[in-house]
Structure formats: C-alpha cells, structure tokens
C-alpha cells in the first residue's frame, strides 16, 4: 500500500524541516496566486532549491496557483513565473480556477495538476471530468465523510485518480471556494489568497428576538483543529492516498512537530496495522503544538454540531518547551543526508574511480590516473577517511568498499576533488530524472494578441442603446406573484430549496400562463445524499422547467446525464473570473455564465459581459456551511428556520436553513444595490441582469422591481442610500 503524508511550507525553512520529519511531498507557495497570500512564501530561486532538495531525496514539492485569476494576470504573468519551475521538474501545481486549469494544461503539458478543495468538488461526476481534462488528483472539501470517498475511490472510471485529503490542522467553517464573507466585510478575498478570517471572531446567534448563546459561547463560526489520528487507518481505507496537513501560517516547529508524529503513525500503519495504536501523549502534544479548545475529528465520521465548534476563545497554550527544542535541533536547520553504498577502484596506472548505484543505475565517476607512489602510497585508511568528507552535500556513504593497490598515489587534493566531483555528478543524476525541457510556446504571444482584438472587437461591436433583460430569483410565494406582474420580468427563478415540490410545479404552471420562463435555482451543495435527494422530489420539476440555474459542475454533469441539462445558467460562484473560464463553460455546454461578483468594472469589462447576465441586487450569500448554528446552540428544529448571527458593530447577516439538504447560507447584512450604475452596466451588453430576492416582504420586492425599471429599461438615475453596498463594482478585491 502506497500512501503520501503531504506536509505544508510556509517558508524556505519550514519546506526543508518538513522534509527533515517524514513529509513524502510538501505544498507551498510561491509569490503570486497561492491562498495564503500572508506567509513567508517562496521565492523563485527558493523554490528551485526546495525542488533539488526534494528530488535528491526522492520527495515531491506542489506549488499553490489556487486562487482565482483576472485576465492581466493569466496573460503577462502566469506564464513567465511558472516556466522555470516546469523546467526544474516541479511534480505539481494545485489549481483553483478553471481558465488557469486550461492554461496549465495547454502550455505545459507534463505538468500534474491537482484540482484544490477550492473547487469545491461535490462528488465523482465532477472528479471523473477533471480526470478527463488532465487532473491527476484531487483534494475533497473538507465536509466529505469517509462514505464519500469511498464512493469516488469505486468509481470504475477513477482507479488511477489520487484523492487527497485534510487530516489535521485548522478547518473552515464555510465550503471552501464558497466564502466571502472576509471580501463583503473587508475587501479581503479568500479566493485571492487574503482571508482576514471573520469566521474566528464573536457573534451572537438570534432568533425570534432571542440570544440563543448566551455567555461565553460566542464562537459559533469557529471549528476546532482537526486531528485524526485514532481514525486515521479508516481514512487510509477508504481511498485516500494524500494525507494532508494544513498550516502554511504555522511556525516550522508546529510543522515539523505534527509531520514528525504522523510520520510515526503512518509507518505504524503501514508496517503493523493491527497493532495500530494512537499514544495519548502523542495527542497532548499536538494539542501543545496548537489547537483550539481541543480538536474534532472533522466530517468524516458526522456532518455537523457543536461538538465540533470553539464555543469559547481558545485558552492560552502553555509552551511545550522540551518537545520545541527537540523539533528544532532534530529537523530544523540541517541538510538531510542520502545514503549511498560506493566502491572505489585505486589502481595503479588507471583512472581513480568511484561508483554507486542509484535508483537501479550505476553512476561512474573517472578520475586522475593513479601512479605509483615514491615515498609514502595512499593506504585504505586514508581513502576511508577522506571518502568520508561529505560535508554539507546531500549525501552520506554507509558502506564504502575500496579496491586498492598498497603502492598507489594521488594527491590528497586530487582525492578530495573526485569526491566532490563524483557527489555532484550523483546531485546532477538525481535531479536530471525531474528536469523538462521547455519548447517556448508561440501561441502565448499570438494568444494574448488574439485576446486583446476580441475585446477592441467588443468595444466597437457595444450597442450603448441595447437595453437589458430583467430576471428575478424568488424565495417566497409572494415575491413570485410581486414578479409575476411586472411586464419587464422575463425570467424567474425559483430557490428550490425554499419550497415544496407541489408550490413549484403551480409557480411552473402560473409562470407559463404569463408567458413567463421558469428555471429552478439548484441547491449550493449537491453532495452524495443531496443528490439522491433531488432525484427523488425534483426530476419531474425540471422536466417541467424552463430550465436551470446551475450552482455546481456536479449539478450541471449531473443533469446532462440525464438529458435534463438544457437551458443551463452557471451562478456566480462557478467562477469565471477570467474569459478562458468564461469561454470554456461557453464551448463545453453552452451554458451562459453570471458575472463574478468580486470582479470590479474595469475587470468585468475587460473579461467581457457580451452575453452574460449580472447580479444587480440582492442578499448575497457571505458563507455556504455544513455547520448549522441553531444546531451548535442545541436549538436545531429542522425546520428551514432563518435566524441572525449579529457581529460585534450589530451587523446583523440573516441566515437560512436548507434542512432538506442540511446546510446554511449566511447573507450579507447589506444588499447589493448596483442602479445607479446601470448605464455603464447597459453598455457592457450583458444579456440579462438579476435581481435576487431571499427575505423581502412584497412591499420592498414592489420597490426593487420598480428602482430596476427606472435604472434598466428607462435608463433613469438612481441614487443610492447606505442601507445598501456596491460590493466590488468600483473597488474590486485584494
């Protein structure tokens, strides 16, 4: 059984120590495009050294590219700073976004790419496309149970895909890929690599008018570190061959530490797996490392609840300080040593020769002739000795056989000097079985030229007169009717998840009679259990549809399966931040796409808005979770309630239960309100705008239909008050 530990790098130093306590591969980043934007990442020449150091030592190092990338920045700058370490021999790069995905594949062909939990994979339809398009793993959210897993792990079209998964370390309590609750607050974008971690501050969680955690318990979006030792031959088991740690942030004695004890356990594993035994002073010292009000064994074994939350804020961590010093003066600050087996051939009057066998091939290294000695001959011991002098190389000799003539010489510098020149003749060995030759791609130049003439073809082709058409989500019966009488209202889509089967099928019929298009919203998690779920209760609805909007690649694949994927729209959250993502969702099932909503309107015009539709109102969900907080203040009902999480400045951001499916979506406390811009909307040509109704009364869904008539179809002025935000319109994101 082959299984990986995948260690974290947040520094030069912390890649090199995690390789010293047992990591097989390390994943960092470099200094552009990883999700961890604050650490001490890698420079170019660092990462080519953390490289060498791998491979001599028969490791892996991954790069992070795994946020979501604008246009610019794929065009001038990708491509250049990915070039040197796909000729260095880099094993991986861990990819987020979908354009960047393509990019990869297209100009660097050997390249292995590793779909990010940021993609936010629901399930093996998903796994089975990215395998086609040339992943070869994939890293599963967080939220996958073991029964999760094991489904991708069986799938006959997956055997050769790797799945990787987190097994300590911090966790998010939103679906990854799925948060902006740090860029609505802040500006600071978890798809950007700059989470300023809202989710690790207080709140109140209220309901009916009632504080429901009262005290201290106001932690209520904070997860405990993961740590799942005690399960960790279940994980192994179900199909995971990557065992990841988290913590790029973390100091190289809290990486080494938790590398180093699951070093252990992983060789326990492997070696006597039924005697698998977890110390619990092993879990003490993890717990000394880091941890937050003790750990949780994440989603594998439960979907949620409060045992898995830090109610209360993490206590003070009393140093360890025997088990630091010991990390640092085992692991930190030294080169690891390959051991090699050699013989030297001391012959008179034939080259001085040394020799090893690496990885199955003989390496020769031919020196000086040796001659026969006048006074003093070069005996075996001195030889010895001076084979010995590795000193700061990557190698050691544990056995070293010596063929010698009693009356040989050579100088003591000419020794010294073949042994130098046979080790680096190992290194280059060693590091030549990683190293690519590049062939300068032409087409990037003539690419980013065809690029920059579609978009001057754009801007000339802009109708500025073009008005759009106007689209309505509705989660209430109400706002349907409200929507329903608005002649400009051309499509309505209906939140599946806020109503019975039966009210769509009548909303389906009234909508058909007013010669209304209805498309169902799909839910934003679309797991396993979900999905079974929807096919039970909603099929027939979406053959009844007009069609769908579109909140997963998993939903999309799983509709096309079964020939129900027509008239698709992919929401905002599947990313097209970038037009060779915009394209490829456009070529792969002509679906249109929705404007990102953290692009601003620079970048949006750039990207292209030709034929797409723009959110121009609404609540927009800040945080997709599993976690349920009515659940973590032990008040959970199952019955799609709403409540508030109210932060400390009395931001109050509503919050719905989806309990058929069992997540929450957190809205922003302030609606987005984009009217006033709606000329400059209007000459980006999108196709449609969008105004998305979660819980307003029809008094207020009557006024914002109204405001959006004035802006979209009269081109009126609209002003603007602060009970509403632009969002990233004008500002963007970090």
């Known amino acids: ?211 429901l955690n009262p005290g201290n318990n106001k932690y209520v979006l904070s997860p405990k570190d993961i740590c799942t030792l005690k399960i960790l031959p279940e994980i192994i088991k ?99 040593k390959k051991n090699l087996n050699i013989k030297v051939t001391f012959i008179k009057e034939q080259p001085f020769t040394i020799s090893t066998m690496v990885n199955g091939t003989e390496i020769i290294y031919e020196g000086n002739p040796v001659s026969k000695a006048l006074n003093k001959p070069i005996d075996k011991e001195t030889l010895l000795k001076q084979m010995k002098k590795t000193g700061n190389s990557y190698f050691d000799f544990t056995n070293i056989e010596i063929i010698c003539d009693e009356d040989g010489f050579l100088p003591i510098g000419a020794i010294n000097q073949a042994r130098r020149d046979f080790l680096e003749k190992v290194r280059q060995y060693l590091i030549s079985q990683y190293t690519r030759k590049s062939v300068e791609n032409s087409n990037i130049q003539s690419d980013k030229n065809n690029a920059n003439n579609k978009y001057i073809v754009d801007l000339c082709n802009k109708n500025t007169t073009k008005s759009v058409n106007i689209n309505v989500l509705v989660s209430t019966k109400e706002q349907f009717k409200v929507s329903m009488n608005k002649d400009f209202v051309k499509r309505i889509y209906v939140e599946s998840s806020d109503f019975s089967e039966n009210k769509i099928l009548e909303i389906i019929e009234e909508g058909h009679k007013a010669d209304k298009e209805i498309y169902i919203a799909m839910p934003y998690v679309y797991r396993m259990a979900d999905k079974n779920n929807f096919h039970r209760n909603y099929v ?49 099932g002509g679906a249109q796409t929705t404007v990102p909503l953290e692009l601003n309107h620079k970048e949006i015009e750039f990207r292209g808005l030709a034929g797409d539709e723009m959110i121009v109102y609404g609540y927009m969900p800040a945080m997709i979770s599993a976690g349920c907080g009515l659940k973590t203040c032990n008040s959970c009902k199952s019955d799609n309630s709403t409540y508030e999480v109210v932060d400390k400045h009395r931001n109050r951001f509503v919050t719905k239960c989806v309990c058929r499916y069992c997540y929450n979506v957190m809205y922003n406390c302030k609606p987005l309100s984009l009217f006033k811009f709606s000329k400059e909307i209007i000459s980006m040509t999108p196709d449609s705008v969008r105004l998305s109704f979660t819980t307003e009364s029809g008094n207020i869904t009557e006024q914002i239909l109204n405001k959006a008539q004035q802006a979209f179809i009269y081109e009126k002025n609209i002003q603007e008050d602060d009970q509403s935000t632009r969002g990233h319109f004008k500002r963007g994101v970090l």
Do not use: W
């Not at 079209?157 to 998964?165: P, T």
């Not at 065992?243 to 699951?262: A, F, P």
């Not at 979406?542 to 909140?551: C, N, Q, T, V, W």
């Open 540 to 588: 027939k609805i979406i053959e009844k549809a007009d069609g769908a909007l579109i909140r997963s690649f998993e939903e999309y694949l799983d509709l096309r399966k079964i020939n129900m994927a027509k008239n698709c729209i992919f929401d905002y959250n599947v990313y097209t931040y970038n037009r060779i993502a915009k394209d490829f969702y456009l070529n792969f």
């Open 238 to 336: 179900s199909g995971v061959y990557s065992l990841k740690i988290e913590g790029r942030m973390k100091k190289t004695e809290y990486i080494t530490g938790v590398v180093s004890i699951y070093r252990k356990y992983l060789d326990m594993y492997l070696n006597i797996p039924d005697k698998y035994n977890v110390d619990e002073n092993d879990i003490k010292k993890l717990a000394d490392l880091f941890n937050r009000n003790g750990f949780n064994e994440s989603y594998y074994k439960q979907h949620n609840g409060r045992n898995m939350i830090s109610l209360n804020k993490p206590e003070f961590r009393k140093e360890n300080r025997e088990f630091n010093q010991y990390l640092k003066e085992k692991y930190i600050g030294f080169t690891l």
């Open 1 to 211: 059984m082959e299984v990986e530990l995948l260690a974290p790098g947040g520094s030069f130093e912390s890649v090199i120590a995690a390789y010293n306590a047992g990591a097989d591969a390390v994943y960092t980043g470099g200094l552009m495009f990883g999700a961890r934007a604050g650490a001490n990442n890698l420079t170019t020449e660092e990462l080519i050294e953390a490289l060498e150091y791998a491979h001599v030592h028969d490791r892996k190092l991954y790069l992070t590219v795994n946020t979501l990338l604008k246009d610019k920045e794929i065009e001038t700058e990708l491509y250049d700073y990915l070039l040197p370490l796909y000729e260095n021999g880099l094993d991986a790069v861990i990819v987020q976004d979908i354009g960047v995905f393509k990019f990869i594949r297209d100009n660097f062909p050997l390249m292995h790419i590793h779909a990010s939990t940021q993609m936010t994979i629901f399930g093996k339809d998903t796994v089975a496309f990215l395998k086609d398009l040339g992943a070869s793993r994939i890293v599963t959210p967080r939220e996958f149970s073991l029964k999760e897993i094991e489904d991708i792990k069986n799938d006959t079209r997956l055997k050769d895909m790797e799945i990787e998964s987190f097994v300590h370390g911090a966790l998010c309590y939103c679906y990854s890929g799925q948060c902006f609750m740090s860029s609505y607050i802040g500006g600071r974008s978890g798809n950007r690599g700059r989470c300023a971690q809202p989710c690790r501050m207080e709140y109140d969680v209220i309901k009916d008018g009632k504080v």
